[in-house]
């Protein structure tokens, strides 16, 4: 069975071209099961039942997992066993039937605007490191792009007289981003005056650079944004998501379309960039109860 695992997940990096973070949920997840399965008297995949599905998915609850986690450990499994079905390695899928639970949809946490213009004040420098975090931060939150993204960015990415960056999200989508001034004159200071120093003579056309002259990874900005906001004396849970959900909701509440903000974000479900909106009324109410004279 351990067999199969491997062989889906080259099916999805190979002929799906799914993204890293994705691979690595149907990995985990996937040898989870495949553990838990491995205790019974199984011998390979086209034995499984509904049943065996259920208990596993019962053991999690029973660990403490949330209903969140749990959802995403049913659509691993799903796609695990239809996959086998496609491939005729069983004549079944256990799983299809299984219920989903709904999870509370928890609203994002984001930064105000004051919040958000403190955090890039704090990233001011002069040092090539200085300037290459202010640009990183200003063009996160120009674009609202995942932090994965940011890292796989290229020189050949960014237009900056024409005012916008060329970005492939999830499942190698393609998109189109403006690009604010502020995060373009940030950007070209770190291409004319930071970027080659810290290169140290290696020959890549990667954006953004760590000390070692080599791609920066996604928890080297985290660290980078951490350091910042302790700067900035910003107490909230801060993470390179809040960054992302701070421009969808500010552009929300300025009046922006959403159908344009699920573009730009890169959502292939609207449904995914509503929960913005709830953001935004969320604010509306603290505003009628706070200025309503009977409120």
């Not at 949330?66 to 499994?77: C, E, K, L, P, V």
């Not at 916008?164 to 403006?178: A, D, L, S, T, V």
Request: aromatic share 6%; glycine share 4%.
């Amino acid at each position: 069975m351990e067999a199969d695992v491997a062989d889906f997940i080259h099916y999805c990096q190979v002929e799906k071209g799914l993204s890293e973070n994705t691979i690595r949920s149907y990995n985990r997840d996937l040898h989870q099961y495949m553990k838990h399965i491995n205790r019974t008297a199984i011998e390979n995949a086209g034995q499984i039942e509904r049943s065996h599905v259920v208990d596993y998915l019962y053991s999690l609850k029973e660990a403490g997992r949330s209903a969140s986690t749990i959802a995403r450990n049913i659509s691993s499994i799903r796609a695990f066993h239809q996959f086998l079905l496609r491939e005729q390695r069983s004549q079944k899928d256990p799983s299809e039937l299984v219920e989903i639970p709904k999870g509370e949809r928890k609203l994002p946490d984001f930064l105000s605007v004051s919040e958000v213009e403190r955090l890039l004040q704090a990233a001011d420098g002069t040092t090539p490191f200085a300037i290459r975090n202010k640009a990183m931060l200003e063009l996160m939150y120009a674009t609202g792009i995942r932090v994965s993204e940011l890292c796989n960015l290229t020189t050949r990415d960014i237009h900056l007289h024409m005012g916008f960056i060329h970005c492939i999200g999830k499942g190698n989508k393609e998109r189109i981003i403006p690009l604010g001034k502020e995060a373009a004159d940030a950007l070209e200071r770190y291409t004319n005056k930071a970027r080659l120093p810290l290169m140290k003579n290696k020959r890549h056309d990667t954006l953004f650079v760590n000390h070692h002259g080599e791609q920066l990874s996604r928890q080297g900005f985290w660290k980078i944004l951490k350091a910042t906001a302790e700067k900035a004396a910003i107490t909230k849970k801060l993470t390179p998501h809040t960054l992302r959900h701070s421009f969808a909701t500010h552009l929300l509440e300025n009046g922006a379309d959403l159908r344009a903000v699920q573009e730009m974000l890169g959502h292939a479900d609207i449904s995914t960039t509503q929960i913005y909106t709830h953001v935004s009324n969320h604010k509306l109410k603290d505003v009628y109860v706070h200025f309503h004279p009977r409120a």
